[in-house]
């Protein structure tokens, strides 16, 4: 089956410093990746739509300065959280969704859990 | 835009059990309906999906029905074992182009051996 990647699945950082994770398709060439963010016992919250060799797409109230994402070859996205502070603090998780399969199916990665010090 | 309500928030059930879990979606247009299973510290795990030209799909003890005329679906788990506990989570979407999932708020399900 389809299988995403996630790297690192978890870090710890200083307030004000940089965090960049790695989404990776494995075993497809993903078109499409999304990020989202989850916090404790809630549902997942999208963040942005990471199309490959274009600028991603934000939901309302995602600040894109501060999440850049960059999808630049069909198995591999990034997240920098810039200047990280403890709000920031979260799981984010990956998808993506594969092109081979009819539909709009998104496989998850097993996702980052940030913390900001 | 579309929005899905997910019902119940927690479930208890005894193991060999059944569990249903129950999803409604507003946007007639949504024709794509997956559900996810996540453990703790995981990411989500597709389990079954179902596209609006069916109405019912079933995989070994996991069952998925559809009605769209109510625009309700919902997640049936037969002789529910402890490794079925876990956060289920239902989403619809637009079966085209890059739309997106929208989830439920998630139902954490608990089986008591």
């Known amino acids: 089956g389809a299988v995403v990647s996630q790297h690192p699945s978890w870090v710890i950082c200083k307030s004000g410093t940089s965090v960049k994770i790695e989404c990776r398709s494995l075993?497809?060439?993903?078109?499409?990746m999304f990020w989202y963010r989850q916090f404790p016992k809630q549902s997942l919250m999208l963040m942005a739509t990471?199309?490959?060799?274009?600028?991603?797409?934000?939901e309302q109230g995602v600040e894109k300065d501060k999440f850049l994402i960059n999808h630049a070859s069909l198995t591999l996205s990034t997240l920098t959280v810039t200047s990280a502070h403890p709000e920031d603090s979260s799981f984010y998780i990956c998808?993506?969704?594969?092109?081979?399969?009819?539909?709009?199916?998104?496989?998850f990665g097993p996702g980052t859990r940030l913390t900001v010090l | 835009g579309e929005n899905v309500e997910q019902h119940p928030s927690t479930l208890s059930v005894q193991e060999g059990d059944s569990a249903v879990i129950k999803c409604t979606y507003s946007?007639?247009?949504?024709?794509?309906f997956p559900w996810y299973k996540q453990e703790l510290g995981k990411g989500p795990q597709l389990i079954i999906d179902?596209?609006?030209?069916?109405g019912e799909k079933k995989d070994q003890r996991i069952a998925v029905t559809l009605n769209k005329t109510a625009k309700h679906f919902s997640l049936h788990i037969t002789e529910t074992q402890p490794e079925d506990s876990a956060v289920y989570f239902c989403?619809?979407?637009?079966?085209?182009?890059?739309?997106?999932?929208?989830f439920g708020t998630g139902t954490r399900l608990l089986v008591s051996p």
């Open positions: 998808s993506a969704r594969d092109p081979g399969l009819a539909g709009v199916t998104q496989y």
């Open positions: 075993d497809f060439q993903a078109t499409t």
């Open positions: 990471s199309n490959e060799g274009s600028k991603a797409t934000y």
């Open positions: 946007d007639s247009a949504s024709n794509y």
């Open positions: 179902i596209r609006s030209n069916v």
């Open positions: 989403a619809a979407s637009i079966d085209t182009g890059f739309q997106k999932l929208v």
